[in-house]
Each structure stands twice: as structure tokens, then as C-alpha cells.
């Protein structure tokens, strides 16, 4: 598996704390499923590859495994929340590391069609909406549990 010493996802796959336990949706072969921090978007997750890699053509023989792993966990968010849709993210500007964000989007939101990335900078300047962003309909543990349920149900492979 290729590491990087220097990038802070590499460290947390090195670090068996590395993510707090109860945030650990799915451990998979080439990934690990994190409930993100922004849960207004119940259910929202973050999908890391075990791998150091800054660009899907870089996963090699691993990249067909690395995306079925992203739509099983696409697949059980829609299952658990029921969004209206799902937004797919693959960045890597901040840190050049593959992950994937997957943010459920909601009819109840105020504004469906907003790009969240706004959403989530204007939350970052102002306290008081950031502890709003990270509330969702759900407890944490809760969502954690159900996508854990679904997952463990419809047979996710697990590292």
C-alpha cells in the first residue's frame, strides 16, 4: 500500500485512532467510509482510499475497487436518508489525498441548489451556524449505526 508520511489522511490509515471509532462508518479493502462532520446533510460521508494516490488515474488495478466501494456507500446513504440527491465530490485541493465527499441533498433545504461548499464557509466564519451545520435529523450515532446495519446487510466488503 503506498504511503506518505507527510499527508495527514495517510496518517490517520496508519493510526489505528486515527479517526475517532464511533465516526468509522465502514472499513472496506481500499477505503474507509467517515461520517463528515457537516450533518445537515444527514448522512454526509467521507470515503478515503487506503492508498496514497492525488488522482484516480494513479490507483491503478485498485481504482475499479476503489469506486464500487464509493457507490455501495452512495447506495446505502440513499437507502438510510432517503435524499433527493446525492453530490459527489472528488477535490483534493486541500489535501491531496483521494477521497470522496458524499453529500446528501434534501428537499427541506432552504436552498437544494446551492453549491454546499459556500454553505460550509460561511459556517466556518460564524460559530453559531457552524454547531447548526453539524447537527442532522439524526444523532451521529445513530446515522453511523444505520449505514453500519445496511452495509453489513447487503453483503459491503470489509477489510
Given at each position: 500500500?503506498?504511503?506518505?508520511?507527510n499527508c495527514p489522511f495517510c496518517q490517520k490509515l496508519a493510526d489505528p485512532n486515527g479517526w475517532p471509532e464511533g465516526?468509522?462508518?465502514?472499513?472496506?479493502p481500499h477505503s474507509v467510509a467517515i461520517l463528515g462532520e457537516w450533518q445537515q446533510y444527514t448522512g454526509y460521508c467521507v470515503l478515503v482510499a487506503r492508498d496514497h494516490a492525488t488522482e484516480l488515474s494513479d490507483l491503478g488495478e485498485h481504482r475499479a475497487a476503489f469506486l464500487d466501494e464509493m457507490a455501495r456507500l452512495a447506495e446505502a446513504i440513499?437507502?438510510?436518508?432517503?435524499?433527493l440527491k446525492l453530490n459527489y465530490e472528488l477535490l483534493g485541493n486541500q489535501v491531496p489525498h483521494l477521497h470522496w465527499h458524499i453529500f446528501p441533498r434534501y428537499a427541506t433545504e432552504s436552498d437544494s441548489r446551492r453549491v454546499v461548499w459556500f454553505a460550509l464557509e460561511e459556517a466556518n466564519a460564524d460559530t453559531t451556524?457552524?454547531?447548526?451545520?453539524a447537527l442532522g435529523t439524526v444523532p451521529r450515532a445513530e446515522a453511523v449505526a444505520r449505514l453500519?446495519?445496511?452495509?453489513?446487510?447487503?453483503?459491503?466488503?470489509?477489510a
Open positions: 500500500m503506498a504511503h506518505d508520511p465516526d468509522v462508518v465502514w472499513r472496506f440513499g437507502a438510510c436518508f432517503r435524499p451556524k457552524k454547531r447548526h451545520m453500519r446495519e445496511w452495509l453489513t446487510n447487503n453483503g459491503a466488503p470489509a
